[in-house]
C-alpha cells in the first residue's frame, strides 16, 4: 500500500503536468532509460551544431557560399535533433506511463535526411570547385 | 497495491544515467567553448554572453547530477525510487538551451548567406 503523500507528490508538483497529471508512476529503470535516450539526442545535436559552427568559422574551399549553406543544414538538423529530444521525452514517458505502445521513432529520418543533405552539399560542392 | 520491487540498481540504471547526464554537461561546456573560440572575431566581446551561459548551464548540470540523492525527495516511502528522474524541469532548460544555439548558429548561416 503506497501512502497517500507518495501519489500526490507523483501527480501535482511534477512538471509537466501533461506527462506526470495522469497515468501510473512506471518501472524506474524504464523512466532512467527514457532520461537517457533523452541525452543522446541532445548530445547528437550538440554535436551538430559544434560542427555547424566549426564549418562557418573554417575555410574548407568549397567557397562562402557553399560553406554557409553546409552550416545551414547542419545547425538545422541539429535544432530538429533538439526539439525531437524533448518531445520523444514527453511521449515515450507518457506513453509509459498510461500503459500504452511506445511511439515510433518517425523524426530520426528527419536527422538522417539532414545529415545526408549535408553530406550531398559537400560532395557537390567539392566536386563543383575541382571542375572550375 | 503492491509493487513488485526491482532488485536494487538491476543493470545499474542510477549510474548510467548519471554518466550520461555528466557526458552532456561536459559537450555543453565544450560546446560552448568551441562557439566562443570560433565567433569570437565576428561577435567581439558580445561572444562572453552565450559563452557565459553556456558555461553556468554546463556546470549546473554536472552539479545537479553530482549530488548523489537527486531523485530521492520525489520519493521519501520508496527506496527503489532512489534517484528517479524528478521531473522534466532539468531537460527542459536543457533543451531550451541546444535548441537556441541551434537557431543562432542557423540565423548566422542564412545571414552569410545572404551576404555572399
Same mark, same amino acid.
Given at each position: ?8 507528490l ?10 506526470y497529471?495522469?497515468g501510473? $508512476? ?5 523512466s532512467?532509460?527514457? $532520461?537517457?535516450?533523452f541525452?543522446a539526442?541532445?548530445?547528437t ?22 560553406q554557409?549553406? +553546409?552550416?545551414?543544414?547542419?545547425? +538545422? ?9 524533448w518531445?520523444?521525452?514527453?511521449r515515450? $514517458?507518457?506513453?509509459?506511463? $498510461? ?19 549535408a553530406?550531398?552539399? +559537400? ?10 | ?10 543493470? @545499474?540504471?542510477?549510474?548510467r ?8 554537461g @561536459? ?5 560552448? @567553448?568551441? *562557439?566562443t573560440? *570560433? ?9 562572453? !554572453?552565450?559563452?557565459?551561459?553556456? *558555461? !553556468?548551464?554546463?556546470g549546473?548540470?554536472?552539479s545537479?547530477? @553530482? ?9 521519501p516511502d ?39
Open positions: 500500500m503506497r501512502p497517500a503523500a507518495y501519489d500526490r507523483v501527480t501535482s508538483k511534477r512538471w509537466p503536468t501533461a506527462v497529471g495522469s501510473r $508512476e512506471p518501472d524506474p529503470r524504464f532512467l532509460a527514457n $532520461e537517457r535516450t541525452l539526442w541532445i548530445r545535436g550538440l554535436a551538430l551544431i559544434a560542427v555547424a559552427v566549426a564549418v562557418d568559422a573554417l575555410s574548407l574551399g568549397i567557397g562562402p557560399r557553399a554557409s549553406l +553546409l552550416a545551414g543544414v547542419l545547425a +538545422l538538423t541539429g535544432l530538429v535533433a533538439s526539439v525531437h529530444a518531445r520523444g521525452w514527453v515515450t $514517458e507518457t506513453a509509459m506511463r $498510461e500503459d500504452r505502445p511506445l511511439p515510433g521513432n518517425a523524426a530520426g529520418i528527419l536527422v538522417v535526411a539532414g545529415v545526408a543533405l553530406g550531398v552539399v +559537400l560532395v557537390v560542392a567539392s566536386v563543383l570547385r575541382g571542375l572550375s | 497495491m503492491t509493487r513488485e520491487v526491482p532488485a536494487r540498481d538491476t543493470g @545499474l540504471q542510477q549510474e544515467t548519471a554518466l550520461a547526464w555528466r557526458r552532456t @561536459l559537450a555543453l561546456a565544450v560546446g560552448a @567553448l568551441l *562557439l573560440r *570560433l565567433t569570437l572575431d565576428t561577435l567581439g566581446t558580445a561572444v562572453v !554572453v552565450p559563452a557565459a551561459i553556456g *558555461l !553556468v548551464l554546463a549546473w548540470v554536472i545537479v547530477t @553530482l549530488r548523489g540523492r537527486r531523485y530521492a525527495a520525489a520519493h520508496e527506496p527503489s525510487f532512489d534517484r528517479i528522474l524528478w521531473d522534466g524541469r532539468v531537460p527542459a532548460v536543457v533543451t531550451l538551451v541546444t535548441a537556441s544555439l541551434a537557431v543562432g548558429e542557423l540565423l548566422n548561416a542564412v545571414v552569410q548567406l545572404l551576404r555572399a
